[in-house]
């Protein structure tokens, strides 16, 4: 079913946009769509002899080597690929001009093809073409911009199977469900004068109990699919001088923090991404934790816990000559109220030292502890295998559907909101006429995901985060 919009999304025109990165680079791509993209490109594209080649005969899916030229002056050589509705990305006749990357000359050609009658693509503006044509529908349509924004495999894998449709797929079985009851209870409302009941009651909690734990699962990945295109954070705490900001700039492969042997040099939280077997992680350093007169520093140790709270994982890091393993019983017991639901590493530093067999005994009661040197970068490689063990284990214990956007975690909590509604009014034996209403009211939630159910100002406010030419 395709939504309800107002004739403004719908327009027919012909628009074209630079789908390529601004810059000089060796080739530029722009993309044209439209119902008359076809009779447009002959005006302005033809052989080297400048002889016209009817694009409208030309078969869908090949491309054609010659020049783009306004009258007798040739812009440039060019492959002009042909799509024809409806087996193209917009489902409408589709050209992509491949060029050189010169910006003069993607000028040139977009100002002319502009002046033979085109318009210029609105942010996003294909894409929602593949949507309201029913290429795509709405999640999988959102996914093509958290794939175009993919930095690591996970978030990628991700995206790709929202944009192949496994999340719709499931939304999309949950909905029917869901309308197969409610057509038998609007049928019962057809008939309620003669008090006759077509939907089984116990069938209709069954299914919804089981709909609820469907919908929570994927509520509670949305922590899970947030970190994978965000970035798992990790925040590196620990007393002054535990060599925290030696390890982000090992992390990191450069001088990124200020490191002193003056304790307290870190006042502020400083972070930077880095890629770790596919995964991305967000490294924090911050403040050391310690007590202090010196106003600045003590904000900054504020925001150090502040920082444990909002992390999935927290590495202490901590100097291995310096504690003893009962005090760091203590300081463990005194992390804990702030971790929340964040993993916590131990990570004994300044390994490189010879006592380091005695430090080792010293510390046999914390067995996943790791003895590294930041300084030596003495097993950091083993630090980094263990974060991405830790971020493997959350994905193994959640569902293998992963929610990633905002706006689908916001629909899935009225649904679930919607569902316990349905089963309170079961549970007091309402009438058929409200638990419709509820029925009703999960129908539109979920419908919200695929665009089943939209507006026009929600289309507008999701395509206009798109780039331009996509």
Request: charged content about 25%.
């Amino acid at each position: 079913m395709q939504p309800q919009l107002n004739t403004n999304l719908l327009n027919k025109d012909t628009i074209a946009a630079l789908a390529t990165p601004q810059g000089i680079g060796a080739i530029g791509v722009i993309r044209l769509s439209g119902a008359d993209v076809f009779n447009i490109c002959n005006t302005v594209f033809g052989t080297k002899s400048l002889r016209k080649k009817d694009l409208n005969k030309q078969a869908s899916h090949t491309i054609h080597f010659g020049v783009i030229h306004d009258g007798d002056i040739i812009i440039d050589e060019v492959l002009l690929s042909v799509f024809k509705a409806p087996h193209s990305y917009t489902s409408e006749n589709t050209i992509e001009i491949s060029c050189h990357g010169s910006k003069f000359i993607q000028q040139q050609i977009i100002q002319l093809l502009v002046r033979k009658g085109v318009r210029l693509a609105n942010p996003g503006e294909f894409t929602m073409r593949a949507f309201l044509n029913g290429k795509l529908d709405l999640s999988q349509a959102e996914a093509v911009a958290d794939l175009i924004a993919s930095n690591s495999a996970s978030s990628h894998q991700a995206a790709m199977q929202q944009m192949r449709g496994g999340f719709s797929s499931k939304i999309k079985l949950l909905r029917q469900n869901l309308i197969d009851f409610a057509s038998l209870i609007e049928l019962e409302l057809d008939f309620s004068e003669e008090d006759v009941e077509f939907a089984d009651r116990s069938d209709l909690k069954n299914l919804v109990l089981t709909l609820q734990r469907i919908v929570q699962r994927l509520i509670d990945s949305f922590e899970v699919g947030n970190v994978l295109k965000n970035g798992i954070p990790v925040a590196i705490v620990g007393k002054p001088n535990a060599g925290k900001s030696t390890l982000l700039n090992v992390f990191l492969e450069e001088d990124r923090a200020i490191v002193s042997e003056i304790p307290g040099t870190t006042r502020d939280v400083i972070e930077d991404e880095i890629n770790i077997d596919g995964v991305l992680f967000r490294i924090i350093d911050t403040a050391g934790i310690r007590e202090t007169s010196d106003i600045i520093e003590s904000i900054g140790v504020e925001k150090t816990f502040e920082q444990i709270k909002l992390s999935s994982i927290a590495i202490y890091l901590f100097d291995a000559h310096e504690i003893t393993a009962s005090e760091l019983k203590l300081i463990v017991e005194e992390l804990q109220p702030h971790l929340n639901n964040s993993s916590l590493v131990l990570a004994a530093n300044k390994m490189d030292k010879e006592d380091a067999d005695y430090i080792k005994r010293e510390f046999s009661d914390f067995p996943e502890m790791l003895f590294i040197s930041a300084k030596e970068r003495i097993h950091i490689d083993e630090l980094k295998k263990h974060l991405v063990q830790l971020f493997d284990n959350r994905i193994v214990n959640t569902t293998e559907t992963i929610v990633t956007n905002a706006r689908h975690v916001e629909a899935l909590r009225h649904t679930n909101s919607a569902l316990i509604k349905i089963l309170e009014g079961l549970n007091i034996n309402i009438s058929g006429d409200f638990l419709a209403m509820d029925i009703r009211s999960a129908l539109h939630y979920l419908g919200t995901i695929t665009g089943e159910i939209s507006s026009d100002d929600l289309l507008a406010n999701i395509f206009s985060r798109f780039c331009i030419g996509k």
